[in-house]
């Protein structure tokens, strides 16, 4: 998945496919499993600042956890799972707090979900879903203001296991 001599500036280290730049900060998510890039063993770790690097996308929602539509800001998780080089048909999402759920490799580029870091242009706080919450474009689709969408919309999100 991952091409060959395909370049990627993160935290002004070059990668590339089999070598990803370490975190210069306090990594914040973890991806292991059927993976092929790395910088941490035989798994990928981010800081926020690396994934920021990988360009940010936004889209506004309506969420069952808030009242008013919310403006989310991250990465797309198909856009991180081809950097990594990912090959796999599911991915294990795994909170803080150990809640885990199997999601769809499909699920990402299908719908467009995003691991989002900012919240109506604010960073979250682990205390308020943060720091990196699976969001999806729930107003875009029918489908996805139903349960099994919000169930894998998991917040405080801090490891991929690709499967």
């Known amino acids: 998945m991952v091409m ?3 370049y990627i500036l993160i935290g002004g280290n070059l990668a590339h496919a089999g070598d990803l730049a370490s975190p210069a900060g306090k990594p914040i998510l973890t ?3 059927n993976i092929e890039v790395t910088n941490a063993g035989d798994s990928a770790e981010f800081d926020r600042a690396m994934l920021e690097a990988l360009g940010m996308v936004s889209f506004e929602t309506m969420t069952p956890w808030y009242d ?3 403006t989310f800001e991250g990465v797309r998780l198909d856009k991180l ?3 990594v ?3 796999g048909d599911r991915v294990q999402a795994i909170a803080l707090n150990d809640y885990a ?3 769809p490799m499909v699920d990402f580029a299908r719908h467009d979900a995003i691991i989002a870091i900012k919240r109506d242009g604010e960073y979250m706080p682990v205390r308020d879903k943060g720091p990196l919450f ?5 107003d875009s689709d029918v489908a996805l203001q139903s349960q099994t969408y919000y ?3 998991v917040w405080q999100l801090s490891k991929l296991i690709v499967e």
């Open 4 to 6: 060959a001599g395909l």
């Open 31 to 33: 991806i292991s499993g």
């Open 134 to 138: 699976i969001v999806y474009p729930y």
């Open 81 to 83: 799972m081809t950097l």
């Open 68 to 70: 008013e539509p919310v």
């Open 151 to 153: 169930a894998r919309s």
């Open 85 to 87: 080089g990912a090959t």
């Open 101 to 103: 759920i199997e999601i």
